[in-house]
């Protein structure tokens, strides 16, 4: 309890003089999702809403990670100024022990997530009519909560490498993982399906498992980026 209560301390100094890239937060977070809209629009209003089909799941196994970050003056110079380096070398030289460091990061990224969420997917269910007449409430949350847990799964990888690495690197293996989550869109394209519309279907038959097996496997990635990252930290100059 007491090194949960440390966490909290330390990621309550993330939010210190960070109120004008909060607003550029939520600038960008009513962007994404007012741009999801015409795109829920046409995958759905069409009668071959796979057309589109690879360029919504691009969007949204791109950007979906994206809600588990704010915007601020860290990570803005992180490629220039290895900022995430520098501020995990300031907590080392406190009495601040790595369990906490990390917790810290991990309540950064739930507070992140569930703020951003709500704003991501409530602009989708208020003004794209197309999902509103296909999901009631129920079902819309069962598709949201299975992005959310989506979210949580690549963000323990963000993580890892937020902490694991100096910026350069974090910068070229986060361009990697994109790359690859491109790969994955092309290859359900190729493959005649969509991600998007899947989890809408199943949404529209509450399989309430999607969601379940979604948030389970992405606390149990937070939990394998914990102990790799304890790892990583143990042997990592930060210097």
Same mark, same amino acid.
């Given at each position: 309890?007491?090194?949960? $209560?440390?966490?909290?301390?330390?990621?309550?100094?993330?939010?210190?003089?960070?109120?004008?890239?909060?607003?550029?937060?939520?600038?960008? *977070?009513?962007?994404?999702?007012?741009?999801?809209?015409?795109?829920?629009?046409?995958?759905?209003?069409?009668?071959?809403?796979?057309?589109?089909?690879?360029?919504?799941?691009?969007?949204?196994?791109?950007?979906?990670?994206?809600?588990?970050?704010?915007?601020?003056?860290?990570?803005?110079?992180?490629?220039?100024?290895?900022?995430?380096?520098?501020?995990?070398? $300031?907590?080392?030289?406190?009495?601040?022990?790595?369990?906490?460091?990390?917790?810290?990061?991990?309540?950064?990224?739930?507070?992140?997530?569930?703020? *951003?969420?709500?704003?991501?997917?409530?602009?989708?269910?208020?003004?794209?009519?197309?999902?509103?007449n296909?999901?009631?409430?129920?079902?819309?949350?069962?598709?949201?909560?299975?992005?959310?847990?989506?979210?949580?799964?690549?963000?323990?990888?963000?993580?890892?490498?937020e902490?694991?690495?100096?910026?350069?690197?974090?910068?070229?293996?986060?361009?990697?993982?994109?790359?690859?989550?491109?790969?994955?869109?092309?290859?359900?394209?190729?493959?005649?399906?969509?991600?998007?519309?899947?989890?809408?279907?199943?949404?529209?038959?509450?399989?309430?498992v999607?969601?379940?097996?979604?948030?389970?496997?992405?606390?149990?990635?937070?939990?394998?980026?914990?102990?790799?990252?304890?790892?990583?930290?143990?042997t $990592?100059?930060?210097?």
């Open positions: 309890m007491e090194r949960l $209560r440390n966490a909290w301390m330390i990621t309550k100094l993330e939010f210190i003089g960070i109120h004008v890239p909060l607003v550029w937060t939520v600038i960008f *977070n009513l962007y994404i999702g007012g741009m999801s809209v015409p795109m829920l629009q046409g995958i759905l209003g069409t009668k071959d809403g796979k057309t589109f089909g690879f360029f919504m799941d691009f969007y949204f196994l791109i950007l979906i990670p994206m809600l588990g970050f704010f915007f601020s003056r860290k990570s803005a110079r992180y490629l220039r100024e290895d900022s995430y380096t520098k501020s995990l070398g $300031r907590l080392r030289v406190l009495p601040v022990k790595l369990e906490e460091m990390i917790l810290a990061r991990i309540l950064l990224l739930f507070i992140a997530l569930i703020g *951003n969420a709500i704003l991501f997917f409530a602009i989708q269910y208020v003004f794209a009519a197309s999902i509103r296909l999901l009631s409430a129920g079902p819309f949350l069962v598709y949201a909560f299975t992005w959310i847990g989506y979210a949580f799964i690549v963000s323990a990888l963000y993580i890892y490498m902490l694991g690495f100096k910026g350069k690197i974090y910068f070229y293996l986060s361009m990697l993982s994109m790359l690859l989550l491109v790969a994955v869109a092309v290859m359900v394209q190729a493959l005649g399906s969509n991600v998007v519309l899947f989890t809408i279907e199943q949404a529209q038959r509450m399989n309430v999607m969601p379940l097996a979604a948030i389970a496997i992405g606390l149990g990635s937070l939990a394998l980026s914990y102990r790799l990252s304890r790892r990583k930290l143990q $990592r100059d930060l210097a």
